[in-house]
């Protein structure tokens, strides 16, 4: 007869991500629901990544199932860092068992690639690698002029409203979420009526009256 393995079922997932070139790469690995009954107390893996893309930093169990354990980091071989958990109590539940701290040293796409996972000493082959976007997130500006008259407002980009001549910096999040600047140059224009007038002539019933716009 045949023995289910449940530990070998699991699924091991690195999430793909895009980040700021300016930002720091929080990671976690993930794992599929694990209860008690399968008494998993211990976790290892190869973490493979570019180092001409990435910059290790540290580890973190905030948030994680596995936030009573401890582990042991290995950074001997370029390229490859080795983890190893340790626990007395079981883990339980699903989302991160530990996520990964890294600096991203240049823009591109870069995978991180996840060999060698065992729970306790059971190969885990359902591994889902992440891929990692590095973008270089650069201000752009926009020039709007505008005039409006006197008694009017305005609606900036912001939907803040305006009444007053002025210059109105609004700062916008663009489609990849880097700033974008809208800088509106509003020109209040007072109107000036200069109306002159004629009186009616002889035999005439009416008179005439000029309005000039000015301002």
Same mark, same amino acid.
């Given at each position: 007869?045949?023995?289910?393995n449940?530990?070998?079922?699991?699924?091991?997932?690195?999430p793909?991500?895009?980040?700021?070139?300016?930002?720091?790469?929080?990671?976690p690995?993930?794992?599929?629901?694990?209860?008690?009954?399968?008494?998993? %107390?211990?976790?290892?893996?190869?973490?493979n990544?570019?180092?001409?893309? @990435?910059?290790?930093?540290?580890?973190?169990?905030?948030?994680?199932?596995a936030?009573?354990?401890?582990?042991?980091?290995?950074?001997?071989?370029?390229?490859?860092?080795? @983890?190893s958990?340790m626990? +007395?109590?079981?883990?339980?539940?699903?989302?991160?068992?530990?996520?990964?701290?890294f600096?991203? &040293?240049?823009?591109?796409?870069?995978?991180?690639?996840?060999?060698d996972?065992?729970?306790?000493t059971?190969?885990?082959?359902?591994?889902?690698?992440?891929t990692?976007t590095?973008?270089?997130?650069?201000?752009?500006?926009?020039f709007?002029?505008?005039t409006?008259? &006197?008694?009017?407002?305005?609606?900036?980009?912001?939907?803040?409203?305006?009444?007053?001549?002025?210059?109105?910096?609004?700062?916008?999040?663009?489609?990849?979420?880097?700033?974008?600047?809208? %800088?509106?140059?509003?020109?209040?224009?007072n109107?000036?009526?200069?109306?002159?007038?004629?009186?009616?002539?002889?035999?005439?019933?009416?008179?005439?009256?000029?309005?000039?716009? +000015?301002?």
């Amino acid at each position: 007869f045949c023995i289910f393995n449940a530990k070998s079922q699991q699924i091991i997932t690195i999430p793909d991500s895009t980040v700021f070139l300016t930002d720091t790469l929080i990671i976690p690995v993930n794992t599929g629901n694990i209860n008690t009954g399968e008494n998993i %107390i211990s976790y290892q893996f190869n973490l493979n990544y570019d180092i001409t893309k @990435f910059q290790y930093e540290n580890y973190s169990f905030t948030n994680t199932i596995a936030q009573n354990g401890t582990v042991s980091v290995n950074t001997n071989t370029s390229g490859i860092i080795n @983890f190893s958990y340790m626990n +007395s109590i079981p883990l339980n539940g699903s989302g991160a068992i530990i996520k990964l701290k890294f600096v991203p &040293l240049q823009t591109g796409i870069s995978d991180l690639s996840i060999t060698d996972f065992l729970y306790n000493t059971d190969t885990i082959t359902n591994v889902n690698n992440g891929t990692i976007t590095v973008i270089n997130c650069q201000a752009d500006s926009t020039f709007i002029n505008a005039t409006i008259c &006197l008694g009017e407002n305005y609606t900036l980009p912001d939907n803040s409203i305006v009444t007053v001549s002025g210059t109105y910096p609004v700062t916008l999040q663009n489609s990849i979420g880097c700033d974008s600047v809208v %800088i509106t140059n509003l020109t209040v224009t007072n109107l000036l009526l200069n109306i002159a007038t004629a009186s009616a002539s002889c035999g005439q019933e009416n008179g005439s009256a000029t309005v000039t716009v +000015s301002g």
